[in-house]
């Protein structure tokens, strides 16, 4: 008697490969080994504060504070983890909502920023920990099973089906995870063909690999799908930095390759400014980690 086939959606191996081979295929892929670590997000950091202070930052902590309130994720006694933390965009308004936040970020300069925004903010009940989550032992930090929420919102840490799995397993209530699905920012591609060559590849669309595999795992998430459209006023050394630190992970940034982005960014300047379109799908999944 031939063996059923399982039906696609239940097919955990499949969609953990076709995650992988996505992330490969990414702008993630083509990414240096050596631009890829913890140095690039300590040289990201004060830049990372600056553009995510905004009003466009503010309006995404409303919306991710909202959708854990639609799903019952906010309560005074939770106990929470955030991974990729950043500098607190997430962790501080969480803090003053809940008893404890765990605040997990590699780079030490993001964390920097955290503790002086906590300090300003008089936030005590936040727990700075510098640490990849590649690097965390749930049993030695004793985080097994520990929060009511994990968060990794817009983080690197969750990659594979192992980073995800750990997630999972330092949860005893719900998970909640976002990431973009799709991002275009005006002039990247131009600049990418001009100083690397050919089609500059997407962003890995991890969120929906995530969708799936969760399903196919006994997990019923939650996903809901935000488009974004926004233009941004930049001074011409704003625009030039986020040119820069785009570019950084793929390139050397030499004295020609400078020159170029700054001959890009002066010749479109309106009225002397960079006009920086935005177009992004956000990917929001939540999910309780109690199967039955």
Not at 72 to 87: S, V
Not at 110 to 121: D, N, P, Q, Y
């Amino acid at each position: 008697m031939e063996s059923m086939e399982l039906p696609l959606f239940e097919r955990a191996d499949f969609w953990e490969e076709a995650w992988q081979e996505e992330r490969r295929q990414s702008l993630y892929g083509r990414r240096r080994p050596d631009r890829d670590g913890t140095g690039y997000w300590n040289r990201r950091a004060s830049h990372f504060a600056h553009q995510t202070g905004g009003e466009e930052g503010k309006q995404r902590v409303a919306q991710v504070l909202h959708w854990l309130g639609h799903h019952g994720g906010l309560d005074r006694d939770l106990e929470i983890l955030d991974i990729g933390c950043g500098t607190g965009n997430y962790a501080l308004p969480l803090a003053r909502r809940a008893r404890r936040v765990v605040a997990l970020d590699p780079a030490e300069e993001m964390l920097t920023i955290l503790k002086e925004r906590a300090g300003e903010e008089g936030i005590t009940n936040i727990e700075p920990v510098q640490m990849t989550w590649e690097e965390v032992d749930l049993d030695k930090q004793g985080w097994r099973g520990s929060f009511d929420l994990v968060l990794a919102l817009m983080s690197p840490g969750i990659k594979d089906a192992a980073t995800l799995r750990k997630m999972i397993a330092a949860s005893r209530g719900a998970c909640f995870l976002a990431g973009h699905v799709r991002q275009e920012i005006s002039g990247r591609k131009e600049l990418w063909q001009q100083l690397i060559g050919g089609e500059m590849p997407g962003i890995a669309a991890d969120v929906l690999y995530i969708f799936h595999l969760l399903y196919a795992w006994g997990y019923n998430p939650s996903l809901e799908l935000e488009q974004r459209v926004s233009t941004r006023e930049l001074e011409p050394d704003q625009a030039i930095e986020e040119m820069e630190i785009f570019l950084y992970p793929h390139l050397e940034l030499t004295p020609a390759v400078r020159r170029a982005i700054v001959d890009y960014v002066q010749g479109h300047l309106v009225n002397g400014r960079y006009l920086s379109r935005r177009e992004m799908t956000a990917g929001y999944l939540f999910w309780s980690v109690n199967l039955h």
